[in-house]
């Protein structure tokens, strides 16, 4: 069957199921390692950076960014797409890995999910911040009101991305805090400090781990992940959506929601490898999260790069292809070559052509190399956000409107910010919660270790 | 009726499993099984199941309706406002019914798992054997009042021949 030793050992060292709990809750009974308050205090700097951002634009308005009549979205719209972009690295590695029954998630699945909630909430702030006047906010929701009552425009696609990002979200942590819940209670039964049981006895909602409890829980935990599946390939295709339903060159082309979803999964497993790197190195996880793990990861990207390098091929040609002089001139005048050739370069560099570097195995096996490509996948992907936005926004129809675009340090700062709020919010992952999933890789410890009383059978 | 349990523990889960086979082979009744992961050797030996999909179903049906509803409600019968031409009913609800559906579903299956299994927040509970969420396995037999010595030694001798560690008795109480 396809559970057979295909890929070999997933968990090393001889692992019993007492070394796993006492291995993972391990650096979270340690002291903060040095590294850790660097960190948190560096994040914090950074967030603190991007709340005098945020302040700046709310008191003084969106006059305060580099935007103009033409370019009217820059940076908030893309860092948005490339937060929610490196967001679907959660839900494509639990989600779809678990319905696949691949079992080697177990490892990294945890880690993967924590990245996505805060990446989705660094997303949602831009949408937000970029309203303006942030306190009307609620006017998105469908409500009661004494407008006439006027309601949302339903076929609009700025709405469906509130839907579809709220949804996405809250799919996310529960299917997080769900799998969470019997880790808790392992730690709330192992911990001698009273504080300790406390919270965690709170967090595992009085967690027994009995027949019938787990097999509820195992039942609500496919459930959920099946629901979630769909999610991200909705989630992403709405976002592209806000993009392709208008008739800007370069944005209007039935491509976008396969691309934009491909590139979603591409830079959150960029973003995935990139902290799974970390991680393992810091915390000494190499037993759990193996060479074979990011071999794996290598594997897709490979793949999925390829992807890329085609959809990108396939816009050019279409532009060509279709006849029409407007899609020519912005992909072959405005990013080719042009005043944005630079950022386009980068993009294809960083996301077609660099990761084909993983073909070679010698590559993939040098973690150093594997962690430098991923940062550069992770910078590509917000070049290719760039060159959609800025690009066709700068150039359209009438040359008379024509525009240039750069972001001013109030979008700057934002943009650090919600690095800051993102790196906080791992940093405390790490640091609070079990960084590995404790149930599940007890659950294939025995199909895959080497350990010989289990292989003994 | 007393709460008091026989429990064999285990430390691993295949001698556990050859174990229930054993205590069924005897008709001992087992009231439960506590592990570190879930096993679905034990549920199909309990013969427990769960009705969790058809909720989960039937949340979908709800609202994927009720989202159609409201939808067609604001906007062919409360403020019928033509954009674009379109009619005013559109295809494109099926996107915010799709998302919607999938909100509804995940949410009211996440609280349903919590109510059916009475957890919540903060919830004070004592396990019959605490490693059970760390390293061993635990299977409970439930000491009925009518039991004699002779049948108690019986089960308790069968743990012991099936692999158990330690065998105990126990009056823990928690909620099944």
Known sequence: MYNTKVRGVLIQGNKTYADVSRDIIRPMDEKAPMWWRVSIFLATGALFWGVWGFYNTISVGIGEWGLNNNVAWGWAIINFVWWIGIGHAGTAFSIFLLILRQKWRTSINRAAEAMTIFAVMSAGLFPLIHMGRIWDGFFIFPYWNTRGPLWDNFNSPLFWDVVAISTYFMASFVFWYMGMIPDFATIRERTTSKIKNKIYGILSFGWIGNARGWLRFETAAILLGGMAAPLVVSVHSIVSMDFSVSVVPGWHTTIFPPYF???????????????MIVLRKLYRFKDYVTDGHLDAITRIL??????????YLTELFMAWYSGSEYEMFTFMKNRVTG???YAFWTMITCNAIIPQLFWS???RKNITMVFIISLFINLGMWFERYVIVVT???KDFLPATWATYSPTITEIAIFVGTIGLFLLGVLAFFRFVPTIAISEVKGVLKETTTLKSFTDE | MSNTNIIGIYEDETILLDAMDELQKNDVKIKDVFSPIPIHGVFEKLGITTRLPLATFIYGVVGTISVFAFLYWTSVVSYPLKFGGKPLNTLSFIII???????????FTFLTYFIREKMYPGKEVELPVPTTTHDQFAILIEKTPGMKDAEVKKIQDLLTKTGAIEVKDSDVEYDN
């Open chain 1, 261 to 275: 979803v491909i590139g979603a999964i591409f830079s959150g497993f960029g973003m995935v490898l990139t902290l």
């Open chain 1, 302 to 311: 490979t793949f999925i790069s390829l992807i890329m390098g085609t959809a």
């Open chain 1, 339 to 341: 005043e944005y050739k």
């Open chain 1, 361 to 363: 195995k010698k590559i």
């Open chain 1, 392 to 394: 066709s926004l700068s």
């Open chain 2, 97 to 107: 019914m799709f998302v919607l559906t999938i909100f509804v579903g995940t949410l």
